[in-house]
């Protein structure tokens, strides 16, 4: 079996990347390049993870590309509390095009359940809208404490809590509990003002 995974630089998704790893699946990794510093750490983390199962060259995407025309809209239309939710959205939904295009038949990522704005279950429901594929989640049951300890135990912690530049785009107050009515609908304004979406 082959999948997708997002790898951010973050201690959550290489546990999730090597967790599938170790169950013999073929990982394409992506990661959305936002800064040099992360990116520098998710190609050691690539380093380190690739000891453990069959790792891919990992495929980076500009965050620039569609995220942030998307992110500057939402901005313009005064919505700028969904931005969580669809920064998440279009990862997948690339993750997804990615998928299809290298044969996989899964994506993976390293959500684990009400972590962050974009974990709660209501937000991880509109999210895997953005894929056909099915969207694993080998951490959704897991503490922060257990991912910690599984991190430190392969070798990416160390890497992963690194200092790093903080995300620029996450809003004050983010949806918590967003519906998929109220999604579609802030979608659909972002299609009548031209976002390719």
């Known amino acids: 079996m082959k999948a997708v995974a997002l790898l951010s630089s973050g201690i959550d998704?290489?546990?999730?990347?090597?967790?599938?790893?170790?169950r013999g699946v073929e990982v394409v990794p992506v990661h959305f390049r936002q800064d040099?510093?992360?990116?520098?750490?998710?190609?050691?983390?690539?380093?380190v993870l690739s000891k453990y199962g069959k790792l891919d060259e990992l495929i980076v995407v500009d965050f620039a590309e569609e995220h942030v025309p998307v992110f500057e809209r939402l901005k313009e239309l005064k919505k700028e509390r969904w931005t969580c939710i669809f920064c998440k959205w279009l990862?997948?939904?690339r993750a997804c095009r990615i998928g299809h295009e290298v044969g996989a038949?899964?994506?993976?990522?390293?959500?684990?359940?009400g972590q962050v704005a974009s974990q709660t279950l209501d937000n991880l429901?509109?999210?895997s809208s953005a894929s056909d594929l099915p969207v694993l989640r080998p951490l959704i049951g897991m503490d922060k404490e257990e991912i910690v300890k599984i991190a430190k135990e392969i070798g990416?912690?160390?890497i992963s809590a690194r200092e790093e530049p903080p995300c620029p785009f996450t809003p004050r107050y983010p949806i918590v509990r967003g519906s998929p009515g109220?999604?579609?609908?802030?979608?659909?304004?972002?299609?009548?003002?031209?976002?390719?979406?």
Not at 13 to 22: E, F, I, K, Q
Not at 184 to 193: M, S
């Open 105 to 113: 038949s899964a994506i993976i990522t390293g959500d684990s359940l």
């Open 125 to 127: 429901m509109i999210v």
């Open 91 to 93: 990862m997948l939904r």
């Open 13 to 22: 998704s290489p546990v999730a990347v090597y967790l599938m790893l170790r």
């Open 36 to 47: 040099p510093i992360k990116e520098e750490k998710v190609r050691e983390l690539w380093e």
């Open 182 to 197: 109220g999604f579609r609908k802030v979608l659909e304004e972002l299609r009548r003002c031209g976002n390719s979406l």
């Open 156 to 158: 990416t912690f160390e």
